[in-house]
């Protein structure tokens, strides 16, 4: 892989799980924020660094957010960071009925 991760995300959502993975290699564990602010999962990376002398510094960032399908229950997002630098953050699906009825309208 180079050296400048693609942070352009990879999204699924199916019924077992809403799934985003992420190309964050460039960036550290501690350079790395998750939340939700109501349906809405936000990710931020953000990386800080100064040169030798402390003279100048380079920042870099990225901000992405997906809102959520209706029915994910943003208390159960979870978020791992592979060795590769590839950031996967899931959320179950809600559970379908296994016996869905429609109401009939008789007219």
Do not use: H
């Not at 199916?14 to 799934?19: I, R, S």
């Not at 993975?21 to 990710?43: A, C, N």
């Not at 960071?81 to 109401?103: D, F, M, Q």
Request: hydrophobic share 30%; proline share 7%.
């Amino acid at each position: 892989m180079s050296s400048s991760a693609d942070t352009s995300p990879k999204v699924i959502f199916d019924q077992d799980k809403f799934m985003v993975e992420f190309d964050v290699q460039d960036y550290s564990p501690e350079e790395l924020s998750i939340k939700t602010e109501g349906d809405v999962l936000i990710v931020l990376a953000k990386q800080e660094s100064k040169t030798k002398g402390g003279k100048s510094s380079v920042s870099k960032q990225f901000e992405q957010r997906f809102s959520l399908p209706s029915g994910v229950n943003p208390e159960k997002i979870s978020s791992k960071l592979s060795n590769r630098g590839i950031l996967t953050v899931t959320a179950p699906s809600p559970i379908a009925p296994t016996n869905r009825s429609k109401a009939v309208e008789n007219k």
